[in-house]
């Protein structure tokens, strides 16, 4: 079942849910990601970003997944999220990677265009999907940093996605990465006009912290990708250091599998969220 994520956001777009996509750290984390997918029954997406890359490696990486996703019953894409450079996405192809995001989005409109352009040209030889972003998500999150919020300008991501060709658009409508300080102010206005200008399916950046009904307002007004990382990390960290409070416990299968116990539990409840149970 491990595929591409263009045929699931694509379908997730018709049929007005979400596609949820997780960023995994590690064995355990992936495992409770597809475990939760399959007992939902929605496909899924798993995400690395480059600081995990680093730590972990392209091929295991792309060789957890693949293990994980040869047993599933559900579709499973692993995705490449908000890599700056070009070498390092086609790396990632070349590992295995279904899906890629190139996030050139610090550089001047042209550059980006040209850079994104490089990559989905590059992503016809592997049957990759390719994701990019017009405008900036806030905060700070795994070596991701922005200084506040460039909003999405809709005339630029209208001639953006023409240009380029991506097959998903990260828009910026007010969501940052990590948590928020306070409840986020999301441009729902924006985002309604992005929808009814854009033929490209849109991704929501920065979902962990948002309220419920905010997530599914966006999921309402078109769109069909949610990435969340911050609160799966919360989650799992917690559920481990609980583990670790007891001094007997130094069994590496005790505590990691209390944290792959609540990530699970907390996949399932994005996953319900996002509106995918049910249609893998």
Do not use: W
Request: charged fraction near 25%; glycine fraction near 8%; charge should be negative.
């Amino acid at each position: 079942m491990y595929t591409t994520s263009k045929e699931m956001i694509l379908k997730a777009r018709e049929g007005h849910y979400a596609i949820p996509a997780f960023n995994a750290e590690n064995m355990e984390m992936v495992q409770a990601i597809v475990e939760a997918a399959e007992e939902m029954k929605s496909p899924v997406m798993i995400q690395t970003t480059p600081t995990t890359v680093n730590y972990i490696g392209r091929e295991m990486a792309y060789a957890m997944v693949k293990a994980v996703a040869d047993k599933a019953t559900v579709p499973v894409s692993l995705h490449l999220d908000h890599c700056e450079n070009y070498d390092d996405v086609v790396a990632a192809m070349e590992a295995g990677y279904s899906s890629v995001m190139i996030d050139a989005s610090k550089l001047p409109y042209e550059e980006n265009v040209a850079v994104t352009q490089k990559v989905v040209e590059a992503a016809k030889k592997y049957g990759a999907t390719v994701e990019s972003e017009l405008g900036t998500v806030g905060g700070k999150e795994d070596g991701l940093k922005a200084d506040g919020v460039i909003y999405t300008d809709p005339d630029e991501a209208l001639d953006f996605a023409s240009r380029t060709g991506i097959d998903i658009f990260a828009v910026a409508i007010g969501t940052a990465h990590g948590f928020y300080k306070g409840e986020p102010k999301l441009n729902f206005e924006l985002l309604a006009k992005l929808r009814d200008m854009i033929d490209v399916p849109l991704v929501l950046h920065g979902g962990s912290g948002i309220p419920d009904e905010m997530i599914k307002k966006t999921i309402e007004l078109g769109i069909s990708k949610v990435n969340f990382a911050t609160e799966l990390r919360a989650a799992l960290t917690k559920a481990v250091r609980e583990a670790l409070e007891n001094d007997s416990v130094i069994d590496p299968k005790k505590f990691m599998g209390k944290g792959r116990e609540a990530v699970k539990e907390l996949c399932i409840h994005k996953i319900k969220l996002c509106g995918s149970d049910g249609k893998a």
